[in-house]
């Protein structure tokens, strides 16, 4: 701390002897970062505006074509560092956008841009990147193709038209099947990005393909985010989801519709196994599915006399390999959140989970949320946990 006083206070003395002086110019390196600056703006606006000739113009990178199908409301890059050599140049930006009708607040992408500079001074792209520890964006796999739905919009690389509109329109049944479960305090409208693969998929999440393998869908957001967050993705793992049936196909969308209407109410408070217990809870309220058939593996364990002694931890959610214990995860937060709504009604889930997300902190969220809305204690609600499990699943 000492060191991070001393460091402003000779900042604060130097600033005043340069403004005194009014020695210097802009540098070199200065007079470069500004080139590339309006390069960039000019970028932008051909994206903006549509205009593929100008687009063409700011670099021998552009392909046009990958962000044709982009519904945007804004796009802007603003540089944050430039590493000069010579006529060549590499620029680190932030990319900012926002799709039209969805997106509240803009989403911002690290981009990684290579550019040279010709006989006249002008700047212009050679390549533009992902930056380094950076996710992908779609168009960076290949030309976007789009379908619209109702509530919801979807995006998608390597993927047929009926393909897309078919994920168009499992999220419009998915939207107001969650508003009937957690009310419509949310946008009600989703975006659902369609990678061509499993790769393309963890390519958009910035993680190995391993992470991800037999998970169909997620979706990505800022946790307790209000106003002014970006809209959520529900990115789908098009292997994975190809071995669903129609009714999993719901089920799946459905849940992660139910991630982007709790988003604002989830919090660092909020146990995975309420959060995703909720979500599984909203997609399969309205599929039929008996608990036996919803919780295979904890019924398994439950005609094995071998019930979980608790509710699942967080880490019990990681992606290891292990697929029986993630499916218990998965299937022990159901239970819970389906023991809620049928002991305390729907509304009673609802308000549990949000008491539980207002605390902003894990200690103490979800024993004063059991007892101000359930008045019962973590104790006494496992006790009653595992004996629903053997009546419902034994």
């Known amino acids: 701390m000492a060191g991070r006083r001393w460091g402003s206070a000779v900042v604060a003395l130097v600033l005043p002897l340069v403004a005194l002086t009014g020695c210097g110019g802009p540098t070199a390196a200065d007079s470069a970062t500004a080139d590339v600056q309006r390069l960039l703006d000019r970028r932008a606006a051909a994206v903006l505006g549509r205009d593929e000739r100008a687009y063409e113009r700011t670099g021998t ?93 979807v995006l998608g690389v390597g993927q047929s038209a009926r393909s897309l509109r078919g994920f168009a329109g499992l999220a419009d049944r998915a939207v107001p099947a969650v508003s009937e479960a957690w009310g419509t305090d949310w946008s009600r409208r989703v975006v659902v990005l369609v990678p061509k693969s499993l790769e393309g998929m963890a390519g958009l999440l910035g993680s190995p393909a391993s992470s991800y393998r037999g998970i169909a869908a997620v979706t990505t957001g800022e946790t307790g985010a209000r106003d002014r967050s970006p809209a959520d993705r529900i990115i789908v793992n098009p292997d994975a989801f190809a071995l669903l049936g129609d009714v999993g196909e719901q089920v799946v969308v459905t849940h992660e519709t139910a991630h982007v209407a709790t988003r604002a109410h989830t919090t660092a408070a909020t146990p995975l196994w309420l959060s995703e217990g909720y979500a599984d809870w909203a997609g399969y309220r309205a599929a039929g599915r008996t608990p036996p058939e919803a919780a295979p593996e904890l019924s398994r364990a439950a005609g094995r006399g071998e019930l979980p002694a608790g509710l699942p931890a967080d880490e019990d959610f990681g992606f290891t390999g292990d697929a029986s214990r993630l499916a218990r995860a998965y299937e022990s937060g159901w239970t819970a959140c389906l023991m809620i709504a049928d002991r305390w009604g729907e509304s009673g889930l609802r308000d549990f989970y949000r008491a539980v997300g207002e605390h902003r902190e894990r200690s103490g969220a979800v024993e004063e949320a059991m007892r101000d809305v359930l008045g019962t204690t973590p104790e006494d609600f496992t006790r009653q946990w595992r004996e629903y499990l053997r009546d419902r699943l034994g």
Do not use: C, I, M, N
């Open 61 to 153: 990178d552009a392909d046009f074509a990958r962000l044709r199908a982009l519904p945007l409301a804004s796009w802007s890059y603003r540089v944050t560092g430039l590493r000069r050599t010579g006529d060549t140049a590499t620029a680190d930006a932030e990319l900012r956008y926002r799709v039209a009708g969805y997106d509240r607040a803009p989403v911002t992408a690290g981009r990684t841009l290579r550019l040279s500079r010709d006989a006249a001074g002008h700047w212009s792209v050679d390549a533009d990147r992902p930056a380094r520890k950076s996710a992908q964006q779609l168009w960076d796999q290949g030309e976007v193709r789009l379908a619209r739905g109702t509530r919801s919009l």
